[in-house]
């Protein structure tokens, strides 16, 4: 199992790009009460027929040729369950895939959210191709990257670039501070 939620929403993004999917949406809602943390990952990529998407949490299951398992859902799926918490996949053939894990919060086998800046960070700057829209949410209070906003003001400008790194990187680290007050170790 991994460690961290984060590297599960790395995992399942990073299909999101395999599937060609040209927009990325990656949702952290943390909510106290009524004590949940809801991760939402949806693409406009390829999508999974039926016998796809009715085996996608095997974790002998897998479209990869370089290895015989895929246990990334698997793994994620049992993450939420194993809080009390639920898991769904859904997904149409040419039209996307939605993943939603719903932890419960408090729930003492919930793993923790990890680096989830430092994952949104490595989404965007290594995948140029695709565009990201990531939320972070914390009860009431919430902020936005959308990488479509930034590629307008930059223009040709790469995300790989230093400055422009950094600048993703330190607007992640901010927004995410003020979001939940420093209050949490999520």
Not at 24 to 37: C, G
Not at 41 to 64: H, K, N, Y
Not at 84 to 108: E, K, N, P, Q
Not at 157 to 166: A, D, G, K, N, R
């Amino acid at each position: 199992m991994m460690p961290e939620i984060s590297l599960n929403i790395l995992d399942v993004a990073e299909n999101s790009t395999r599937a060609k999917a040209s927009l990325v949406t990656i949702i952290v809602d943390v909510q106290t009460s009524p004590d949940t943390l809801t991760v939402v990952i949806e693409d406009d990529g390829c999508g999974m027929s039926e016998e796809q998407l009715s085996a996608v949490t095997d974790p002998f299951f897998t479209t990869r040729t370089t290895r015989k398992v895929g246990l990334g859902v698997p793994f994620f799926k049992q993450a939420a369950e194993s809080t009390d918490g639920s898991f769904s996949i859904t997904s149409t053939l040419g039209v996307g895939t939605r993943v939603c894990a719903v932890f419960t919060f408090s729930h003492i086998d919930r793993m923790p959210l990890g680096d989830i800046n430092g994952t949104i960070h490595t989404l965007v700057t290594m995948h140029p191709e695709c565009d990201f829209l990531y939320t972070f949410r914390f009860n009431e209070k919430e902020f936005s990257l959308d990488t479509r906003e930034f590629r307008e003001i930059l223009g040709d400008i790469s995300f790989q670039e230093p400055e422009v790194s950094l600048y993703i990187k330190d607007y992640l680290k901010e927004n995410y501070d003020e979001t939940n007050n420093n209050a949490y170790k999520l």
